[in-house]
């Protein structure tokens, strides 16, 4: 049964790589260093967002707030480089520290005037977007020789792929999550909020710190992803990375993770990550669809994963005698 | 032990408000070292609000509490804990979705170099574990085991946590003999350590057993401390109840039953239950016994089709019926009281008079609301009847004690007018009062000519009302008894023939 | 019953008359209705008439989140409805054939929606994830990307027409909020609705069909969507696949919490939804009668919606109480420090 | 021959840009050009994914919309080292013109300055009050239509805009913002122009107006930029009275630049600027109207 708690994210790890093979079968120029480089340059901002709503979802929350942030964070970076003198790293540890306060805000909120997660989420989204059009409506570029340098970071593979350092950063947040989330308190705290909040407090969770600290995760973590998204585009603009909220919390579910929280992992995660940028890197590949295509296509293959998984869930788990389901929960 | 004039916990003055009930009114608890505590009361009489209050999970409205002789004032659980006291809450609060042995250590894992010593971890749990006989993979997570398991993984949690104080609110509701034992000698084991140990639960013979002294509870007032001593039984429920309680005679007058209403052959659900034949006659009531995970809440579903069966049939006077699911049993005039209220019970939120008529409601079709009068009717009757104790019947049911909860569920069913009433564990973690009333309960609906199947692990109990009793192990039926057969041993023994050691 | 719904809407009540207030400050002249060409005219109606979308899909919405589910794609629904009723009305049908392939096309986008949850057991963001992201270009299929437009008296009635002067779309989401409330009040799936919410396996072992029922419940939310998606298309006499509610299941959601209802599900109130659905507008109204710089618009609308949910919240809620409370008589009555649970669906 | 072709759009978030879309794909297909099409919808990552997805499958050239301005130094870069090259749709970006082969665009700011210019004509020296209907909050087109109308009336002191919203570029909003106008302005009597930043805001602002109880057209003068066949049917119903012509046929010089490069490397310009043709109702809009109809819009 060990492995029925570890199974989605077998089953997510099999479904990408059933999927890469089958589309490299139709395009063996997908099998590219280049496309390998890009699935992590291309996907670090939205994947290091995804950590941080590993964590939220877990936790049994949700963090609608994530993609204004990253806008927010871009803005606010733009124009601090071009307004002021300040060095990027400076800026940069401005803007995290301002991302890490606004989630531990809202964690803050959502513990003490016990409003549900989605809701002050919701508010926090309109506000962050809002904030950065006020800093500018216009997008802002950044021209800065640190950024130049670096953007020249990054190690060109046989066949023109070019492993950046963006890439590195993304594999970093992962593994730093995973330690967090299997090997401290913290991140079994985590799991805890998730099993049952009720619960969890009787049994001695600090649920205040702890949901504060998750929000904090998760609003830092899109400061971090709002960095490498400024890197990324060299640019700040307060329209970018509308939606993107969803798109994380779908890679977040495609990973295997629960809505409901308390069950998934934060590796499945990175799998969710990359089947979504697989699914992208196909649909261009293709390059057939028409803009109404690739809505319903990409709506058709999120609901096929998630059917994969329900399947493959149910297969297995079929055959363990069911549980009684009268676990005490609240 | 009481020689120490010195208690380790002194609490005085508390009290404790909700909006229209007053849970707490000037309570005083004081325990000394080494002693086991009874806290005895009605259900609702504010025994779980109390330890709540003194563990810091419900803030007190007023009230001092000394540990050791310095006040503390626990705002949280994890105060509490830190300052030695553990405790085990009513109904089993572990998280399902960890291991067992992150339960076990949740907020306090060994660690290495700041990280979570997984090893240490498992290996620890492991030897915690044996203590109570079990032999469990603590890396499985914990809800691959029973609840009985659950249930020993809470209190090995309390007591490891435990440096001074040991708070056990109901931990035996699902336990068997064997594992009560197991776990007294564990609490005797800490109490010649010093501990203090306050226990609660509604089995006065355990109390008897193990207790040394007990403060007793009525509507939130401390009516008396005794030494357990120096009281009768009889004694004791007169302080708790406020009234004198009728012997629970076993008058077993053998009455004819009626037809076979219900007969089952053959049925079964593979990985479930085995298939067993069964006839439940109109006016009989056939209790089912066994050990923990023996079969019976299966058994109940299966046949209530919340779990349907998958092989034999059915008939019900006479004619084939297939059960897929409860509503179809609702239709055929079966009903089911869940073992599991708060789960598969009640709907917590909504009002007791709600949660009574909700069954009937649902049997009627969405589209053919019951009038209000009628409504107001139906909830009144049975409140009266059963006894009900609420503030009024707007009450959100979770507000109410898990008697009253349990005769509120009772009520849902019984509105239903069912020729067949499944009860699981009818009694589970009822006090003595509403015990002895619903074994009444049972006998009186038997001669209106009800027909019963009743789960209950209290053998005593189902020797008081059964006509029948069929006796399940390891999910399959393995002997029935009727007649002058029924009795606690007889029972005892067909469980036991040929068992072989537990896992 | 009328008192009931009286006491339980008076924060929303109090709610939107403050902003109408804060209006009224921003545009003295807010309050000022008169009747132009046969048809009443003024910031009032306005706030009513262009309340309408977002009222008719916080009535599905509200049954939606009372057992415990959410729907985003609503939008993407609207959309849908839009260019079917513009596609079928510029092939030549009449208007009333144009409206009911409309509502029927909502219907089976509610239905696809119910399956997923009560059948499938997916969990409800994400089932309606699906039709979220792929609805719209199921709309845009139907009108390939370009704006629909359609002169046909009927249709366009529905959305830039009047009956006793009073704009039809007011009309619409009155009648259709009277009818659903009526439906779910006077009979008893209100009360079912609210027992799955609140503890579907209890429910469901009480005999409760929770399947149809959360199917029926999506599908009340398709249709609902489906005649936003009518009202806005004839308000513009053309369907237009690419904007028609876009993002406005959020604006539902937020409405149905403003009135209280709780995403956890359970007890709901359709009237304190509809107040909701009006106090946003309100927002939205004041905002743009304010004249100030397009770049605040965000801000203020998330700084005025933060300060009314915060208000609404059950901890602000409960200070408030203990202050009534303590200035009366009596001992202070506290509640248990419970914690909100965290959304918890359709566990197995 | 049978060159391939990445195309990637922004979206389809307009009439306007399914036009462009269709027009591009028709283009392709009449000159054999095999277009490999990839919808971004509206987010500039999935641009550059496209990019870089195009790169990697070794197309031949790559035609690109950009969605805003800033950030394409690097994936434009990646471009050139694959000797790729890359036009310009409609839109420039904030990068070294050596990183691309031409930008086929009109000029945003000018479409501003010639509704400015024409409202400056048509009110002569009466005073008039302006509302102006932005597009989405952010985007360089508003800002720079915002701009050059800006520009072109600052000369006249007549000429006032009292009023500023954004209509998001779509029909619902226009209507909607411009009713609120009208309540804000004295019922309407005291506007005296609109100009919107697209025709979908002033087919909606339109019916707002018609509902107010005024005409469209006389009581209020309307401008807007984009020319899309309802607006030229409604300029010929003297609903409206101006719009700029944006045309969606950027491929065809974009194809031809292109195919001019690939046969002998010639280097077309930098900046391939598209007419902003003025529309008024001396125009034969019907004319117009048919033309367009049938172009996806
Ligand atoms: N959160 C709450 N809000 C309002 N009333 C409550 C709350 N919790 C408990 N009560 C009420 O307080 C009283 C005491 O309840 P409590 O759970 O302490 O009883 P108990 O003695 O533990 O009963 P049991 O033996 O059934 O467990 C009951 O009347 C109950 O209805
Ligand atoms: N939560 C659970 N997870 C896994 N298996 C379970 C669980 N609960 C029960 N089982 C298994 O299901 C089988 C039947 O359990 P069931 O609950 O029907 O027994 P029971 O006789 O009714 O016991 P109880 O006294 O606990 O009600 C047992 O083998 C038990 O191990
Ligand atoms: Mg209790
Ligand atoms: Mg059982």
């Not at chain 1, 293959?301 to 005490?328: D, H, V």
């Not at chain 3, 489906?226 to 308000?235: I, P």
Request: proline letters at 4%; aromatic letters at 6%.
């Amino acid at each position: 049964m060990k492995h029925s708690m570890k199974l989605p994210l077998y089953i997510t790890v099999a479904t990408f790589v059933l999927a890469y093979a089958a589309c490299v079968a139709q395009y063996p120029n997908m099998l590219s260093s280049r496309v390998i480089a890009n699935l992590l340059t291309d996907n670090a901002f939205l994947g290091i967002t995804a950590v941080g709503m590993t964590f939220v979802i877990l936790s049994g929350g949700i963090d609608l707030s994530v993609g204004s942030v990253i806008a927010f964070t871009g803005v606010f970076l733009a124009v601090v480089l071009r307004d002021t003198s300040l060095h990027p790293l400076s800026a940069f540890a401005l803007a995290l520290l301002i991302a890490t306060v606004f989630g531990a805000a809202m964690g803050a909120t959502i513990h003490y005037l016990e409003m549900p997660p989605f809701i002050v989420t919701l508010a926090g989204m309109f506000l962050m977007r809002g904030l950065a059009y006020v800093l500018s409506t216009e997008s802002v570029p950044i021209d800065h020789a640190f950024y130049g340098w670096l953007q020249s970071l990054y190690w060109q593979a046989p066949g023109g792929g070019r492993f950046r350092i963006t890439g590195l950063l993304l594999l970093v947040t992962f593994g730093v999550a995973m330690v967090v989330l299997h090997r401290t308190r913290l991140g079994r705290n985590v799991y805890a909020l998730g099993g049952s909040a009720q619960t969890a407090q009787l049994m001695g969770v600090p649920c205040a710190r702890t949901t504060i600290a998750i929000y904090a995760i998760s609003g830092g973590l899109a400061g971090l992803a709002g960095i490498v998204f400024s890197l990324y585009t060299s640019a700040g603009y307060s329209l970018a990375t509308v939606g993107t909220e969803l798109d994380a919390i779908a890679a977040v579910v495609i990973g295997g993770t629960l809505l409901s929280g308390g069950s998934g992992f934060v590796a499945g995660t990175f799998f969710g990550i990359m089947i979504m940028g697989l699914i992208q890197t196909y649909i261009v590949f293709d390059g057939s669809l028409s803009s109404w295509w690739t809505k319903i296509v990409i709506g058709g293959l999120l609901f096929t994963f998630i059917m994969l998984q329900k399947g493959l869930a149910w297969l297995t788990t079929a055959r363990i005698p069911r549980a009684n389901g009268s676990t005490a929960r609240s | 032990m009481q020689s120490d004039p010195k208690p380790v916990l002194h609490a005085t003055g508390i009290s404790k408000f909700f909006p229209g009930v007053i849970a707490l009114d000037d309570v005083e608890l004081q325990l000394y070292p080494g002693e086991v505590h009874a806290l005895l009361g009605e259900n609702g009489a504010g025994k779980s609000t109390l330890i709540k209050c003194l563990t810091g999970a419900y803030p007190r409205d007023a009230g001092v509490i000394m540990l050791d002789g310095a006040e503390i004032n626990p705002k949280d659980p994890l105060s509490s804990q830190a300052a030695g006291i553990g405790t085990v809450y009513q109904e089993v609060n572990l998280l399902s979705n960890l291991s067992v042995a992150e339960n076990l250590f949740l907020g306090r894992q060994p660690r290495r170099f700041g990280m979570i010593d997984q090893r240490r971890m498992l290996r620890d749990s492991k030897d915690i574990l044996a203590q109570y006989g079990l032999s469990i993979d603590p890396a499985q997570l914990l809800s691959s085991y029973s609840i009985a398991i659950q249930q020993i993984v809470a209190i090995a949690r309390a007591v490891e946590l435990s440096g001074k104080v040991l708070i056990l609110d109901e931990p035996t509701a699902s336990l068997d003999r064997e594992e009560v034992e197991l776990m007294f000698s564990v609490i005797r084991r800490l109490t010649a350590r010093g501990l203090a140990v306050v226990f609660i639960t509604h089995f006065l013979d355990q109390v008897l057993a193990i207790c040394d002294r007990a403060t007793i509870l009525r509507n939130g007032c401390v009516v008396g401390t005794r030494k357990l001593a120096e009281v009768t039984q009889t004694e004791i429920v007169t302080l708790m109840l406020g009234r004198q309680l009728e012997a629970a005679t076993h008058h077993h007058e053998r009455r004819e039953t009626g037809d076979v209403l219900l007969s089952l052959r053959g049925f079964g659900k593979r990985g479930a239950i085995e298939p067993f034949d069964l006839d439940i006659h109109t006016g009989e009531v056939v209790g089912m016994a066994g050990l923990l995970g023996s079969g019976r809440t299966e058994t109940c579903n299966a046949i209530f089709g919340a779990q349907p069966a998958d092989q034999g049939e059915a008939r019900l006077r006479g004619s084939p019926l297939r059960i897929s699911t409860p509503r179809e049993a609702i239709r055929n005039r079966i009903a089911l009281c869940p073992e599991d209220r708060k789960t598969e019970g009640i709907v917590g939120d909504l009002s007791v008079r709600e949660n009574i008529i909700l069954s009937l409601q649902a049997r009627q079709g969405w589209y053919r609301p019951l009038p209000r009068a009628k409504i107001e009717e139906i909830a009144q009757s049975y409140v009266k009847a059963l006894d009900i104790r609420l503030a009024n019947l707007d009450t959100p049911i979770r507000l109410l004690s898990g008697g009253n909860q349990q005769k509120a569920l009772l009520a849902r069913w019984l509105a239903t007018e069912p020729q067949l009433l499944i009860l699981d564990e009818p009694t589970r973690g009822i006090d003595v009062g509403a015990h002895a009333e619903i074994i009444a309960l049972i006998e009186r609906l038997r001669t209106q000519g009800m027909a019963l199947l009743v789960a209950s692990s209290e053998m005593e109990e189902l020797v008081a009302y059964s006509t029948k009793i069929v006796v399940l192990r390891d999910r399959r039926q393995v002997g029935a008894l009727t007649g002058d057969d029924i009795s606690p041993n007889a029972i005892i023994r067909a469980i036991a023939a040929e068992e072989e050691p537990r896992a | 019953m009328i008192r009931s719904t009286l006491r339980r809407v008076t924060p929303q009540l109090i709610i939107l008359a403050l902003i109408l207030a804060l209006n009224m400050v921003m545009f003295p002249g807010f309050f000022h209705v008169e009747v132009h060409n046969g048809r009443l005219f003024g910031n009032l109606i306005d706030v009513l008439n262009r309340g309408a979308p977002v009222a008719l899909l916080s009535v599905g919405m509200t049954l939606v989140i009372a057992t415990r589910g959410i729907d985003l794609s609503v939008g993407a629904v609207m959309a849908i409805s839009g260019a079917v009723a513009a596609s079928v009305i510029t092939g030549g049908a009449s208007w009333i054939v144009a409206v009911l392939a409309a509502l029927g096309a909502g219907a089976l986008c509610g239905l696809w929606n119910g399956v997923l949850v009560a059948v499938l057991r997916i969990q409800p963001i994400v089932a309606t994830l699906v039709l979220m992201v792929a609805g719209r270009g199921i709309a845009q299929l139907l009108t390939e990307g370009a704006i629909l437009t359609f002169n046909d008296p009927g249709l366009v009635r529905l959305g830039g027409g009047t009956i006793l002067s009073l704009p039809t779309p007011i009309w619409i989401w009155i009648g259709v909020a009277a009818l659903v409330g009526l439906v779910v009040r006077r009979s008893a799936l209100g009360l079912l609705i609210e027992a799955t919410g609140i503890n579907e396996r209890s429910a469901r072992l009480a005999g409760i069909n929770a399947r149809v029922l959360l199917i029926a419940v999506y599908l009340v939310a398709g249709l609902c969507a489906a005649l936003a998606g009518v009202v806005v298309a004839a308000d513009i006499r053309g369907a237009d696949a690419n904007n028609a509610g876009l993002w406005m299941e959020l604006d539902a959601i937020l409405a149905v919490v403003i009135g209280g209802t709780s995403l956890l599900g359970g007890r709901f109130s359709i009237t304190a939804s509809l107040l909701g659905a009006l106090i946003i507008q309100s927002v939205n109204s004041a905002i743009l009668m304010s004249g100030m710089a397009v770049e605040f618009n965000l801000v203020i609308k998330a700084v005025i919606i933060i300060t009314i949910l915060v208000i609404q919240s059950p901890r602000v809620r409960h200070w408030i109480y203990l202050l009534r409370a303590s200035s009366g008589p009596g001992p202070m009555p506290r509640q248990p420090a419970s914690r909100t649970p965290k959304i918890e669906e359709g566990r197995p | 021959e049978n060159e391939t072709v990445g195309f990637s759009q922004i979206g389809s978030e307009s009439g306007w840009r399914a036009a462009e879309t269709s027009v591009t794909k028709a283009d392709a297909k009449e000159r054999g050009i095999t277009l490999k099409f990839a919808d971004a919808q509206q987010k500039q990552e999935n641009q550059i994914k496209a990019l870089r997805g195009f790169i990697a499958q070794g197309v031949d050239a790559i035609l690109l919309a950009p969605v805003v301005a800033t950030g394409w130094d690097e994936v434009l870069g990646e471009a050139k080292d694959a000797d790729i090259p890359v036009v310009l749709l409609d839109r420039k970006v904030d990068a070294s013109d050596d990183l691309y082969l031409t930008a086929v665009t009109s000029d945003t700011v000018h479409e501003g300055t010639v509704a400015g210019d024409w409202l400056k004509d048509a009110v002569g020296d009466a005073q008039c009050n302006v509302v102006e209907l932005q597009g989405t909050t952010g985007a360089s087109v508003t800002i720079d239509r915002k701009k050059g109308f800006a520009d072109a009336i600052a000369s006249a002191d007549n000429i006032t805009i009292v009023r500023s919203q954004t209509g998001d570029f779509t029909r619902a909003q226009g209507k909607i913002v411009m009713e609120s106008f009208i309540k804000a302005e004295g019922g309407g009597s005291d506007i005296c122009a609109l100009y919107a930043h697209n025709d979908d805001m002033a087919l909606g602002a339109i019916q707002a107006i018609k509902e107010a109880g005024l005409k469209p057209g006389e009581d209020i003068k309307i401008v807007s930029i984009d020319s899309v066949p309802d607006m030229h049917l409604a300029i010929s119903k003297g609903e409206a009275n101006a719009t700029v012509e944006l045309t969606p046929d950027m491929a065809g010089p974009a194809f031809d630049a292109l195919e001019a490069y690939w046969a002998d490397g010639t280097q077309p310009e930098k900046w391939i600027q598209t007419d902003s043709t003025l529309f008024t109702q001396d125009d034969d809009n019907e004319a117009a109207y048919e033309n367009k109809k049938a172009l996806g819009y």
